[in-house]
């Protein structure tokens, strides 16, 4: 131990500093304290200073303000009554999902037993977005994800079952379907009285969803299309009786006068005939949701089920795609800050990688996407 004037210096033995190094230090720390004291009309100066407005949060404390806006990066999107009827859903939704659901039990039967469906039915979990005047709850985006993650959080296998009937199985009657269509099927389906599914995926056709083999032609009497073909993987296969299938239709070109196959896709109800189901698949998790082979033989279709307007109009689902991800390309190329920096700046490769990683950046980044969704389409 050495010691300097009011100064303790603990060293090792044998390695005691040369008296001048420990001066030199001493009179450098005197000097710099010196020239603090001098700086201090200066400091005093620029804290007099007007601030300038930063939403950065850590600066706008030392002001003693708080500014959320970029540690809670959730903007306030939806109005006084949304914001209500989500905070009535929500521990409504808890509680059906934590009390009543068993994602175990679900697991083991391979389905969800009918009185858990019915607390569904009666909690409106299968036409959330339907609108209410044809018998759904009628929410947008933002309140059907916040929905979906109660769901998520509690039984994966469920969410794929009422997920399936509405965010793919209905969705295209609900967004691109004609008045008659809404109110022939939107109601019974957004009440959970019947089921629907979205048939797209073919042995030979997965993502290049255009190679579908599976089609449809005319009847001789020009009233319905006639449906052959097989899909597989499809969820609520062996439950639904509405079904959202996609097939190839000829279609003319009438300014080339050539025939073309093209896409179109067709609102099919098991009641029509010729549409039958394989067994389960034997997956090895989100066992309660069924998913199966569908057949469609010789399956008559009335001209005014194809799905929106026009026949060939079929790679909707591929534009419907394209609108999603729009506001979402705007968004991440646009203005909006997010973990408190442009998204823009953050798109390398490694940085997007990274935050798709974290749960709680996915959260964020879908919570935009929803936002931006709704204020896309309303
Ligand atoms: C549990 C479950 C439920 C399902 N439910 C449904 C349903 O309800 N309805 C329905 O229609 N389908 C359903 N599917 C099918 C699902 O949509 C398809 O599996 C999906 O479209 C991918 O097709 P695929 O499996 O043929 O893979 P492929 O298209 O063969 O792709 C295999 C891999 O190659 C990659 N890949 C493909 N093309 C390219 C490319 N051009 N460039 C780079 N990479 C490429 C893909 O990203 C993927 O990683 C379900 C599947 C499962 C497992």
Known sequence: MHKFGRMLVLVPKGQAPEVSVLHNQISS??????????????KEKNMSKKAVHSKSFVQNVF?????????????????????????????????????????LLNDKLGEVPEETTQQLR???????????????????????????EIVGMNDLGLGIFIGAHQSIGFKGI????????????LPELASGEKFA????????????????????KL??????????????????????????????????????????????AFIVERSFGGVTNGPPENKMGIKCSNTAEVYF???PIPVENVLGVRVGDGDLCTEL????????????????????????????????TEHLADPFDVRVLLFFLRQRFDSETS
């Not at 999107?77 to 994602?103: H, I, K, Y």
């Not at 959330?128 to 929905?147: F, S």
Request: charged share 20%.
């Open 29 to 42: 720390r005197l000097q710099s304290t010196q020239a603090a004291s001098q700086e201090k009309p200066k």
């Open 63 to 103: 002001r003693g303000i708080i500014e959320p806006e970029q540690v809670f990066p959730y903007p306030n999107v939806l109005d006084a009554d949304q914001r209500e009827t989500l905070e009535m859903l929500v521990p409504m939704g808890e509680r059906v999902f934590g009390e009543v659901n068993d994602p």
């Open 122 to 148: 009666e909690l409106g979990a299968f036409g959330m977005q339907v609108p209410e005047e044809l018998g759904g709850v009628g929410l947008t985006n933002t309140q059907y994800g916040r929905m979906t």
């Open 174 to 185: 609900l967004l691109v379907g004609t008045p008659e269509q809404k109110e022939q099927y």
């Open 197 to 216: 599914a979205f048939a797209l995926t073919e042995p030979g056709a997965g993502s290049d969803a255009g190679s579908v083999k599976t089609n449809a």
């Open 219 to 264: 009847s001789s009497d020009g009233k319905h299309w006639i449906l052959n073909g097989a899909k597989i993987w499809i969820s609520n296969g062996g439950i639904a009786e509405v079904f959202t299938v996609f097939a190839k239709t000829p279609v003319l070109d009438e300014a080339t006068g050539t025939t073309t196959e093209k896409v179109t």
């Open 297 to 299: 033989d010789n399956t």
């Open 321 to 352: 795609l394209a609108l999603v991800l729009a506001p979402q390309h705007d968004h991440v190329h646009g203005e909006d800050v997010v973990f408190l920096v442009r998204l823009e700046e953050e798109s390398g490769p490694v940085h997007i």
